[in-house]
């Protein structure tokens, strides 16, 4: 019965610490910005460039020694892509990425002749 109770705590504690990935998953190209806020919260860091935007999201401490962050893209309030990468710095303070725009997923304007 004990070895019962401690497996479930560490399954609980495991699943509370995770990942965004079960949040991400959610999240579709073409999106709007509530929808992501809905979906995510705030984001722990914004950036943007023209009409692409970048917001930074992070876990700390993930279960397993690292940070998990993703980055949201966005082009005219739109989704576009999601990025994810890992760190080992103690918590999300100061290790949050500055944005690299040419990293930003490539997106397509409709031109329609009239």
Request: glycine content about 10%; overall charge positive.
């Amino acid at each position: 019965m004990k070895k019962y109770f401690i497996s479930l705590f560490a399954f609980l504690v495991l699943q509370g610490c995770g990942t965004l990935d079960n949040k991400t998953i959610l999240i579709d190209s073409g999106d709007p910005k509530d929808k992501v806020i809905e979906i995510l919260g705030v984001p722990y860091d914004r950036q943007f460039k023209g009409n692409q935007e970048a917001w930074q999201y992070c876990v700390s401490g993930a279960g397993f020694g690292y940070n998990d962050h993703k980055i949201i893209w966005f082009t005219d309030k739109k989704v576009t892509g999601i990025t994810t990468y890992r760190t080992t710095r103690s918590g999300c303070t100061g290790s949050v990425k500055t944005i690299k725009w040419e990293e930003a997923p490539d997106y397509t304007i409709e031109i329609r002749d009239r």
